[in-house]
């Protein structure tokens, strides 16, 4: 006569295939998740050693509703953009030493 207990505690091989099927589904479901989350915590932070560009807003005149003439300064360099409701164009590079032009686009009318 078989014993009871070792009966009750045997697991048909059948059921052992789709026990480790779903423990693999999980694993394989985890791991995706993990790296989802760390592609896209990377992914904002950009690269390593990244340089970080240092931008200022110097002066913007309206000319518009939606059109308006920046000039900025990137990295010790003063440029002049044009902005529009669909894009920003660069217009032209100041000289440091010309310092009246982005005074007058920062006074008001």
Known sequence: MAD????????????VGVLSSWIWLFALTALVVIASFLFARFQRRGPVGSHKVEIRLLGMRRLGPREAIVVAEIDGRKIVLGHTAASVNFIAELANSNSSVADAATSPE
């Open 4 to 15: 009871p207990i070792s009966a009750t505690t045997s697991v048909p091989a059948s059921d």
